[in-house]
């Protein structure tokens, strides 16, 4: 009978940790990227009364581990477009200021007083540098670049113009754009078309302010047009304006005016039909210089500087890590978790590739703790408590009947 006391103290035992976690997981239910976990029990090893296998008493119960549970949570949208979630495998990358490497679910992430991409414990969230192609680079902190972007020369520009068929010789129709040269400098340039004494022939002209290329030289192109009886240009060559600049920035500043494809065809922009003469779109590949606006990520974890100047560039891409063994990681608190020799080493990469999840901004993963999947449990575990405890008293009332036969 003492043998059964000690299986009751087992279960006891047992099934009081088996309650440790269950209340670990229903203390974390709010808690981001929280992983659940489950107990499991093994008996424990039975003892033969007389060395036949027919004739073996159990001895407890044992608990034999906790495992996780890498199910995914639910997703929890927010305002904060740093905050990310992984949509499928893959763990997010962070270091703590000595370079240790750590993995987490919990995409809770912000920029700090000095530009760093950190989790709310300050580690460096890691991801590829890249350049304005999408090239990747090392991996490193993901920190927003410092300065302000620099000023393109425009190079080309294209009009989406209609010149009226109808049009008598020295009609005019002009239609202005900008340019800018190697500082930044917005540059006003204007277009100037004549109807000539020729069907379907007009001059053109190109000017630009006296004040950016000095006296007498406000002309900086022009030639004929003469177009097909259907409206479209005859093949050709794009003709390109030079801007004698005097403002200090390169000069000249030669701009391709982009209205023929590579074989010489016309690429419909330029026409003349029978309606007013008109402006229909403007576009050259200049800019100014500009300051960081914001910054934006999509899904595949590139992060974007958008500058005021309108231009978008790539900084770097987030990278995720996945293991072989994802119950091999080791817990270390604060929603992290470390490499061991049962996870096997981590294979990094970006989001949406070799079976890594991709990214979904502006929003967050949170516990995959299910409560009533939890009550239930600690239910049946209070049980299994309650019947061992009574297995220890049923034991002790038999103990003491046994003694009562010596009265």
Same mark, same amino acid.
């Given at each position: #009978?003492?043998?059964?006391?000690?299986? @009751?103290?087992?279960?006891?035992?047992?099934?009081?940790?088996? #309650?440790?976690?269950?209340?670990?997981?229903?203390?974390?239910?709010?808690?981001?990227?929280?992983?659940?976990?489950?107990? +499991?029990?093994?008996?424990?090893?039975?003892?033969? %009364?007389?060395?036949?296998?027919?004739?073996?008493?159990?001895?407890?119960?044992? #608990?034999?581990? $906790?495992? /996780? %549970?890498?199910?995914?949570?639910?997703?929890?949208?927010?305002?904060?477009?740093?905050?990310?979630?992984?949509?499928?495998?893959?763990?997010?990358?962070?270091?703590?200021?000595?370079? !240790?490497?750590?993995?987490?679910? &919990?995409?809770?992430?912000?920029?700090?007083?000095?530009?760093?991409?950190?989790?709310?414990?300050?580690?460096?969230?890691?991801?590829?540098?890249?350049?304005?192609?999408?090239?990747?680079?090392?991996?490193?902190?993901?920190?927003?670049?410092? @300065?302000?972007?620099?000023?393109?020369?425009? =190079?080309?520009?294209?009009?989406?113009?209609?010149?009226?068929?109808?049009? &008598?010789? @020295? *009609?005019?129709?002009?239609?202005?754009?900008?340019?800018?040269?190697?500082?930044?400098?917005?540059?006003?340039?204007?277009?100037?078309?004549?109807?000539?004494?020729?069907?379907?022939?007009?001059?053109?002209? /190109?000017?630009?302010?006296?004040?950016?290329?000095?006296?007498?030289?406000?002309? $900086?192109?022009?030639?004929?047009?003469?177009?097909?009886? *259907?409206?479209?240009?005859?093949?050709?060559?794009?003709?390109?304006?030079?801007?004698?600049?005097?403002? @200090?920035?390169?000069?000249?500043?030669?701009?391709?005016?982009?209205?023929?494809? =590579?074989?010489?065809?016309?690429?419909?922009?330029?026409?003349?039909?029978?309606?007013?003469?008109?402006?229909?779109?403007?576009?050259?590949?200049?800019?100014?210089?500009?300051?960081?606006?914001?910054?934006?990520?999509? !899904?595949?974890?590139?992060?974007?500087?958008?500058?005021?100047?309108?231009?978008?560039?790539?900084?770097?891409?987030?990278?995720?890590? *996945?293991?072989?063994?994802?119950?091999?990681?080791?817990?270390?608190?604060?929603?992290?978790?470390?490499? !061991?020799?049962?996870?096997?080493?981590?294979?990094?990469?970006?989001?949406? &590739?070799?079976?890594?999840?991709?990214?979904?901004?502006?929003?967050?993963? #949170? +516990?995959?703790?299910?409560?009533?999947?939890?009550? $239930?449990?600690?239910?049946?575990?209070?049980?299994?408590?309650? &019947?061992?405890?009574?297995?220890?008293?049923?034991?002790?009332?038999?103990?003491?009947?046994?003694?009562?036969?010596?009265?």
């Amino acid at each position: #009978m003492i043998g059964s006391l000690y299986t @009751g103290i087992s279960g006891l035992n047992a099934n009081s940790k088996a #309650m440790s976690v269950i209340g670990d997981n229903i203390a974390n239910v709010n808690t981001p990227g929280f992983k659940g976990s489950r107990s +499991s029990f093994a008996n424990i090893l039975s003892q033969s %009364l007389d060395g036949s296998p027919n004739n073996q008493i159990g001895r407890g119960v044992m #608990m034999s581990g $906790v495992s /996780a %549970l890498w199910s995914s949570g639910s997703v929890e949208n927010t305002s904060n477009n740093t905050d990310l979630s992984i949509n499928g495998q893959g763990l997010f990358l962070v270091n703590n200021s000595s370079g !240790t490497t750590y993995y987490t679910r &919990a995409g809770e992430f912000s920029f700090d007083k000095n530009g760093n991409l950190v989790n709310p414990d300050g580690f460096f969230v890691q991801g590829y540098q890249t350049d304005a192609s999408g090239a990747l680079g090392a991996i490193g902190n993901i920190r927003i670049p410092e @300065g302000t972007t620099p000023a393109q020369a425009t =190079s080309e520009f294209s009009l989406g113009v209609n010149l009226d068929a109808g049009a &008598a010789e @020295g *009609d005019q129709y002009a239609t202005s754009f900008s340019v800018y040269d190697s500082l930044g400098n917005d540059i006003p340039a204007t277009l100037t078309f004549t109807k000539t004494a020729n069907a379907n022939e007009w001059d053109w002209e /190109a000017t630009v302010p006296t004040s950016f290329v000095g006296a007498g030289n406000e002309i $900086v192109g022009g030639a004929t047009f003469t177009f097909n009886a *259907d409206g479209t240009l005859p093949n050709g060559v794009d003709p390109t304006i030079s801007i004698p600049l005097t403002n @200090g920035a390169t000069a000249p500043l030669a701009a391709t005016w982009d209205l023929f494809d =590579s074989t010489g065809a016309t690429n419909g922009d330029l026409v003349q039909y029978a309606s007013d003469s008109a402006t229909t779109s403007v576009y050259q590949d200049g800019f100014t210089s500009g300051t960081l606006q914001s910054v934006s990520v999509d !899904t595949k974890g590139i992060f974007s500087a958008l500058y005021t100047n309108g231009t978008l560039t790539p900084f770097h891409q987030i990278v995720l890590a *996945d293991f072989p063994s994802y119950q091999g990681l080791a817990k270390i608190g604060n929603n992290l978790y470390a490499e !061991t020799l049962v996870s096997g080493p981590p294979l990094t990469g970006i989001p949406g &590739a070799s079976g890594l999840g991709p990214i979904t901004p502006n929003s967050l993963e #949170m +516990s995959n703790v299910d409560l009533a999947e939890e009550f $239930v449990k600690m239910i049946t575990t209070q049980r299994a408590f309650q &019947a061992n405890s009574r297995v220890i008293t049923t034991s002790d009332e038999i103990l003491a009947e046994l003694m009562n036969m010596k009265r």
